[in-house]
């Protein structure tokens, strides 16, 4: 619900309103307020509330009321609106200084809120390295690999069947369509030993990956390093 006050109205204590002025037009969101160039507060709520009792509901749809180009929009987006995405999941092989592998789950942070193709989005173009090599493979049925480094620093995208990793700490997880696994356990890691895993199709379906190598520098001891 949209509310239209008159300027000299105070808004009711308990619900936060944050100001923002751009030019001739303005854009609302919930819990915030703005005003328009007819010289109104205007308040989307989530819920129909009395600010005083001269105040009449006027009923619009949530929508802006007219066209900002994306800085704008970046420019009104409270706090809470520009947090990281909250699930947006990866696998990490990771390797310890002694050169064990080990897996685990971890969430991708530090996007930018910004236009991508077209209006902000929610964006993270950043390894620590540039891609080198785009890879497209099938892995076959009952395919079992033996213990070994992985090629390069890499993202593994799963696009159907399902695959496993298992880590010489006795870890093991597989991978449905849709998971990202970002490994560095290369030839040429800093970590003591040559670290490596175990890896293989799960069930009687080809599996199908999309990998992107980078020319980012392996480490040790880092089980989230994005």
């Not at 509330?49 to 704008?72: G, I, K, N």
């Not at 929009?73 to 947006?88: H, R, T």
Request: glycine share 6%; net charge neutral.
């Amino acid at each position: 619900m949209v509310q239209v006050l008159n300027l000299g109205s105070k808004c009711r204590p308990g619900y936060r309103y944050n100001f923002f002025t751009f030019k001739d037009c303005f854009r609302t969101s919930i819990h915030t307020a703005s005003f328009s160039r007819q010289n109104e507060c205007r308040v989307q709520q989530h819920q129909q509330h009395w600010v005083d009792q001269r105040t009449r509901d006027v009923a619009l749809t949530r929508r802006s009321f007219c066209a900002l180009p994306p800085a704008t929009i970046m420019a009104a987006a409270s706090g809470s609106e520009q947090d990281n995405p909250k699930n947006f999941k990866y696998m990490q092989l990771w390797v310890s200084a002694d050169g064990e592998t080990h897996i685990k789950e971890c969430k991708f942070r530090d996007f930018d809120l910004k236009a991508y193709s077209s209006l902000p989005q929610y964006v993270k173009s950043e390894f620590g390295g540039q891609p080198t090599k785009i890879v497209f493979t099938e892995l076959s049925p009952g395919l079992t690999q033996p213990l070994h480094p992985c090629p390069q620093v890499q993202f593994v995208i799963t696009l159907s069947g399902s695959w496993y990793i298992e880590t010489t700490d006795g870890s093991r997880y597989e991978f449905q369509p849709g998971e990202v696994l970002f490994q560095d356990n290369v030839k040429d890691s800093p970590a003591a030993k040559l670290p490596q895993h175990y890896s293989g199709v799960v069930g009687n379906q080809p599996c199908q990956q999309f990998i992107v190598q980078f020319d980012r520098a392996p480490e040790v001891d880092n089980p989230q390093p994005f």
